[in-house]
Nanobody, 123 residues
Framework: QVQLVESGGGLVQAGGSLRLTCAAS????????VAWFRQAPGKEREFVSG???????YYVDSVKGRFTISRDNAKNTVYLQMNSLKDEDTAVYYC?????????????????WGQGTQVTVSS
């Protein structure tokens, strides 16, 4: 079982940037598909970005051109660089992994989750 721990959230002004980190332990996730989801109050958990085992990337339309997902296999870590943040990006952000190497936008397909990190964007 892999353990995932997110960090890097915080309060930022609209237009600012944050980099989220998801550190994995327990086993390597280099062959996993990994993804970032977010959940705002009163809303369902939403897919944000995914990364196949071969580093092919995927983004929800609302973050394309602003967010970048990446991984460092040597550190067993996944990142989400978030630029040009908007009010509507405010949410708890979760990282998730699945041992089958191709991403899915359905949270039900991920077996491992972190505890989440709060991102608050103020205007």
């Amino acid at each position: 079982q892999v353990q995932l721990v997110e960090s890097g959230g915080g309060l930022v002004q609209a237009g600012g940037s944050l980099r989220l980190t998801c550190a994995a332990s327990g086993r390597t996730i280099s062959g996993d598909a990994v993804a970032w989801f977010r959940q705002a109050p009163g809303k369902e958990r939403e897919f944000v970005s995914g990364l196949d085992w071969n580093s092919r990337t995927y983004y929800v339309d609302s973050v394309k051109g602003r967010f970048t997902i990446s991984r460092d296999n040597a550190k067993n870590t996944v990142y989400l660089q978030m630029n040009s943040l908007k009010d509507e990006d405010t949410a708890v952000y979760y990282c998730a992994s699945r041992e089958r190497g191709y991403y899915s936008s359905d949270p039900k397909n991920y077996g491992s989750w972190g505890q989440g990190t709060q991102v608050t964007v103020s205007s």
